[in-house]
C-alpha cells in the first residue's frame, strides 16, 4: 500500500468534505427580504473577478484580524495533516506486526507527525489567536507592526512546503509515472519523507536523503517567521496599549503572549544555529555533530536547549486562554491574578534551566543531572500554582454548562495527570527506567493533547460569535467536547498504562500480549479524530447556517462585571453595521458569592443530572435487549437459510480475549445491543432526521448496519451475499424498531423541543 497516495488521498478527501459543505451550507442560506417577508436564497453567483479580487485582499492585507484568522486557517490545514500522519501510525500498530506499512514508512510517519504539530500547527493557531484579539484586549489599533506581521506569516507556507517536500513529491512522481518514463522522474522519485525521528539526532540526521535538507531549511525559515511574529507581540503589548492599561490591569492572556515571545526570542535563534551547523555537516564537510568534532551529544544539547522552551512556548498561550475563558463560565473573576502572572514568568525563566533532563540516559555527570533534576522539579511549583488558582476559581461558582466550560474543566484534569507524570520522569532512577517506553508517550501527549487543543477549541466556541457573527450549535459543540475529552484520556491514558508495562516506543512491531492495549489506544484516537471533523463541521456549517447574534454579551458577561474590551469592541461594532443596541443585563451579581448566598452544592448539581442519566441508561438497556432479542430471531433465519455463520460470534469472542465460543461470544454481542449502541442512539438521535422515535431508530440501525455487515462477512458471494444484506438490514431495521419504540414507552430521552434560547 503506498503511503504517500494514501495520505494524500485521506487529506483531499477532508479538503473536499469541508468545500461540499460550504457549497451545500451556502445554497441552502437564506436572508430576509428587504420587505420583512419570505426568506429568499442568495442569486450572487460569484466570478473570476470576485475570486481575484478576494484573492489580492488575503495576500496583501495587514489587517491583524485577517492575519490572525489566515495563521488559524494554516495551522488546522497543518493539524489535519499532522493529524492524518497520527491516525496512519495509530492503525498501524493494532496489530503487532509491521503488516499495514512497512517499518521506514512507520518511521517517516511519527518524525512528520511530532514535526508538523509541533511547528506547524500549535505556534501558529496561538499566534492567529493573538493576533485577532490581543490588540482588542489592549486597546490597540493594529499589531505594532503591521507589514513586518503580514511577511512573519506568509513566510509559514512554504516552509511547511520545504519541510513536506517529499510527500509531495513522491505523489507527483507517482502520477506522472503513469504517462512520464520514471527514468525522467529520477529527481523527483530520490525524495522520501526523512526517517530520521522528530528529534533528528545525528548520525540518523546525517543520512543522505536530499529531502533531510529541505526539512531543515523549513525548519529554519519557520524559526524566522516565528521569532518575527514574538518580536512584533513583545513591541505591541510594551508601546500599543490604551493609556488606561498599565501591567497591574494587563489582561492575562496579554501577560502569557508576552512571556511566550521572550523565550521564543531567546530560543529559535538558538535552533536555526543548531539547523544551519547541522546542514553544513550534511553538505560542507564539517564536524559539528560528527565523532572527531563536537560529537552527537552537541546537537542533543542545543536541540533540547530550544526543545524544552519549546514545549513552554506552546504551554503558556493554552494556560493564559483557560485563566482568561474558565471565569467567564463560573462566574467569578480569576482567583490569584498576581500569582498567576508570576507562576507564568517564573515558568518563562525556568524553562531554560530544564533541557538536560531529556538526556539523562546519555552518561552525563551525575551532578549536573542531579542539578537538572532539582530544576526539573522545582518547575512544576509554577504550573501547580495555576493548578490550584483554576481549582479555586471555579470553587463556590456558578458553573455553567457549555462546551467551553467542558473543555476547561477537563483540561485542568488532563493537565494534572500529565504534569505529575513528568514529575516521575524528572527523577533520575525512574527516568532511566521509563525514558525509552509508551510512558514518555503518554505524559507528553496528556500535556501537548490534554490543554493545548482543548483550549484552542474553547476559545473557538468561546469567540465564535465575535469573530463570525453567528452562534455555532451548542449541543453538538457539547457532544463534540465531551468525544475529544473521552478520546484524549482513553488514548493517552492507555499510553501510559503500556509504559508501566515497560512497552518500547518508536518501534513498528509490538510483542503480542501488548495488542489489547494497543487497540484501545487506537480507538480513542479514531474518537479523538470524529470529534475533530465534527468541530470543522460546527464551524463551517453555522458561519453560514447559524443564528445570528442579536446581542453583543451571549455569555451573559456583564451580569458579573466580566465584559471584557474585546467584547466592547464587538458592542461597538454591531451597534455601528446592524444597529444593534447595547444591552444591560437584568441583573448584575457580583463574581465571587458570599457564603450566605452560596449556590447549590455541586451534589446538588449533579444529583438531577445522575437522575436523568440513569433513567435513559435504564430505557436504553431495556431497549437494546428487546432490540437485540429481536434481531436474535432474524439472525436465526438467516441461519437456516445458510446466509449467515454462527461461528462469527465466536470470532467476536477472540476480539476481547475470550476463548472462541460462540456463546460467549453472542453473550458479548448481547451486551453491546445493550449498552454501547443504546448510549450512542441516545447521544446521537438528537442530530439524526425524524423524532427521537421510530424514524430516528430506522436511521441510525441502517447506519450501523454497515459496520455488522462488514464485521461478519464471511466470504459470501452472488445471490448469498445479496440474501445477508438484505437480512443485515431488516435484522437491523428490527432492533432500531425495538430500541427506539421500547425508550418511547418506557418515557426515555425525547428530542428537546426547539427554543429560542436554544438558538440564541
Not at 447574534?549 to 471584557?564: C, G, I, N, R, S
Amino acid at each position: 500500500m503506498n503511503r504517500a497516495l494514501v495520505e494524500v488521498s485521506l487529506f483531499g478527501a477532508i479538503i473536499v468534505g469541508c468545500l461540499l459543505v460550504v457549497l451545500l451550507a451556502q445554497r441552502l442560506r437564506a436572508e430576509p427580504s428587504p420587505d420583512g417577508g419570505y426568506a429568499v436564497g442568495r442569486s450572487r453567483q460569484f466570478g473570476l473577478a470576485d475570486v481575484k479580487a478576494a484573492a489580492v485582499r488575503w495576500t496583501t492585507t495587514t489587517n491583524h484580524r485577517e492575519i490572525g484568522l489566515l495563521y488559524i486557517a494554516f495551522g488546522t490545514v497543518a493539524a489535519i495533516w499532522g493529524g492524518i500522519d497520527a491516525m496512519m501510525i495509530r492503525t498501524h500498530l493494532l496489530t503487532p506486526a509491521a503488516n499495514l506499512w512497512t517499518e521506514q514508512t512507520y518511521n517517516e510517519l511519527f518524525t512528520m507527525h511530532g514535526l508538523t504539530m509541533l511547528i506547524f500547527f500549535v505556534a501558529p493557531v496561538f499566534f492567529g489567536i493573538g493576533n485577532y484579539f490581543l490588540p482588542l484586549l489592549i486597546g490597540a489599533d493594529d499589531m505594532a507592526f503591521p507589514r513586518l506581521n503580514a511577511i512573519g506569516f506568509w513566510l509559514l507556507p512554504p516552509s511547511l512546503l520545504l519541510a513536506r517536500l517529499g510527500i509531495v513529491a513522491e505523489v507527483t512522481g507517482s502520477i506522472l509515472a503513469v504517462v512520464v518514463p520514471r527514468d525522467l522522474l529520477s529527481v523527483l522519485l530520490a525524495f522520501q519523507e526523512p526517517a530520521i525521528g522528530w528529534t533528528m539526532y545525528p548520525p540518523l540526521s546525517l543520512d543522505p536523503n536530499p529531502q533531510t535538507n529541505f526539512l531543515l531549511l523549513g525548519l529554519h525559515l519557520s524559526g524566522i517567521a516565528t521569532t518575527i511574529g514574538a518580536i512584533n507581540f513583545i513591541t505591541t503589548i510594551i508601546y500599543e496599549r490604551d493609556e488606561s492599561i498599565g501591567w497591574a490591569n494587563l489582561d492575562i492572556f496579554s501577560w502569557n503572549m508576552l512571556v511566550t515571545s521572550s523565550i521564543i526570542v531567546f530560543a529559535f535563534p538558538l535552533l536555526g544555529t543548531a539547523v544551519l551547523m547541522l546542514l553544513f555537516d550534511r553538505n560542507f564537510g564539517t564536524t559539528f555533530y560528527a565523532i572527531e568534532g563536537g560529537g552527537p551529544l552537541l546537537w542533543q544539547h542545543l536541540f533540547w536547549f530550544w526543545g524544552h522552551p519549546e514545549v513552554y512556548i506552546i504551554f503558556l498561550p493554552a494556560t493564559g486562554l483557560m485563566s482568561l475563558i474558565l471565569p467567564k463560565f463560573v462566574g467569578r473573576k480569576l482567583f490569584g491574578f498576581k500569582f498567576i502572572v508570576y507562576s507564568t514568568i517564573a515558568i518563562g525563566v525556568l524553562s531554560f534551566g530544564v533541557w538536560a533532563h531529556h538526556m539523562f540516559t546519555t552518561g552525563v555527570d551525575p551532578r549536573v543531572r542531579a542539578s537538572f533534576m532539582a530544576t526539573s522539579i522545582a518547575i512544576a511549583v509554577p504550573s501547580a500554582i495555576k493548578v490550584f488558582n483554576w481549582i479555586t476559581t471555579i470553587w463556590n461558582g456558578d458553573v455553567r454548562l457549555a462546551a467551553p466550560t467542558i473543555l476547561c474543566i477537563s483540561s485542568i484534569g488532563l493537565f494534572i495527570v500529565g504534569g505529575v507524570t513528568g514529575i516521575f520522569l524528572a527523577v533520575i532512577p525512574v527516568d532511566i527506567i521509563y525514558h525509552g517506553t509508551y510512558y514518555v508517550v503518554g505524559h507528553f501527549h496528556l500535556i501537548v493533547m490534554g490543554i493545548i487543543p482543548l483550549m484552542m477549541f474553547a476559545a473557538s466556541y468561546y469567540w465564535y460569535p465575535l469573530i463570525t457573527g453567528r452562534m455555532y450549535d451548542r449541543r453538538l459543540a457539547i457532544f463534540q467536547s465531551s468525544l475529544l475529552v473521552v478520546g484524549s484520556a482513553l488514548t493517552f491514558l492507555t499510553l501510559m498504562a503500556l509504559g508501566f508495562l515497560e512497552l518500547p516506543r518508536r518501534y513498528a512491531t509490538y510483542p503480542a500480549e501488548y495488542s489489547g492495549l494497543q487497540i484501545v489506544a487506537t480507538v480513542g484516537a479514531f474518537i479523538i479524530g470524529i470529534s475533530v471533523l465534527m468541530w470543522i463541521y460546527n464551524m463551517i456549517w453555522s458561519y453560514f447556517q447559524g443564528k445570528p447574534v442579536e446581542t453583543a454579551d451571549p455569555w451573559d458577561l456583564k451580569a458579573t462585571e466580566q465584559f471584557t474590551p474585546e467584547w466592547q469592541w464587538f458592542e461597538d461594532r454591531l451597534e455601528r453595521k446592524r444597529g444593534v443596541a447595547p444591552t444591560e443585563p437584568d441583573e448584575t451579581r457580583p463574581s465571587y458569592v458570599p457564603a450566605k448566598d452560596r449556590p447549590l452544592s455541586i451534589y446538588s448539581r449533579i444529583k438531577p443530572v445522575a437522575r436523568t442519566v440513569a433513567n435513559d441508561a435504564g430505557a436504553g438497556a431495556a431497549g437494546g435487549l428487546f432490540g437485540t432479542v429481536l434481531m436474535s430471531g432474524m439472525l436465526l433465519l438467516a441461519v437456516a437459510l445458510g446466509v449467515f455463520d454462527l461461528a462469527t460470534f465466536a470470532d467476536l469472542a477472540t476480539l476481547v480475549g475470550l476463548p472462541a465460543n460462540i456463546g460467549l461470544g453472542y453473550a458479548l454481542f448481547l451486551f453491546a445491543g445493550m449498552t454501547v449502541w443504546p448510549l450512542l442512539f441516545l447521544s446521537l438521535g438528537e442530530y439524526l432526521p425524524g423524532e427521537l422515535t421510530f424514524v430516528t431508530g430506522l436511521w441510525y440501525a441502517t447506519v450501523i448496519a454497515s459496520g455488522f455487515a462488514i464485521a461478519f462477512y464471511t466470504g459470501q458471494t452472488g445471490l448469498e451475499l445479496v440474501t445477508y444484506l438484505i437480512f443485515v438490514i431488516l435484522s437491523h431495521w428490527i432492533y432500531g424498531l425495538g430500541l427506539a419504540g421500547t425508550i418511547t414507552y418506557l418515557g426515555g430521552r425525547q428530542r428537546r423541543p426547539s427554543t429560542e434560547a436554544e438558538n440564541e
